[in-house]
Nanobody
């Protein structure tokens, strides 16, 4: 069974950092673009960032640009989201999602989703 599993969420103070991980089970990620989405209570799920299948290209929403960085591991099993300078408005459930080859802004174009990990930024 093909699964994505997120980890690394938690409670952090404003200005702090967290590193989220997205691990594949049952397949490898080498043919997939991977995106991170987030959803805060009462809001739409929005894309935070995406990394291409090769890892050579990544793009970020304006509200995280310069603070968040995506990377992939050489084993093609995991993808990471390094989050720095966190703000209270970053509080949300963060999901990773996979689709073949190319990134997409549209969440409906992703084939696999993780269960989500909660990130709470609060003093």
């Amino acid at each position: 069974q093909l699964q994505l599993v997120e980890s690394g969420g938690g409670l952090v103070q404003p200005g702090g950092s967290l590193r989220l991980s997205c691990a594949a089970s049952g397949f490898t990620l080498d043919s997939y673009a991977i995106a991170w989405f987030r959803q805060a209570p009462g809001k739409e799920r929005e894309r935070v960032s995406c990394i291409s299948e090769s890892g050579s290209t990544s793009n970020y929403a304006d509200f995280v640009k310069g603070r968040f960085t995506m990377s992939r591991d050489g084993a093609k099993i995991s993808v990471f989201l390094q989050m720095s300078s966190l703000k209270p408005e970053d509080t949300a459930v963060y999901y990773c999602a996979a689709r073949r080859y190319l990134c997409s802004l549209n969440k409906n174009n992703y084939d696999y989703w993780g269960q989500g990990t909660q990130v709470t930024v609060s003093s």
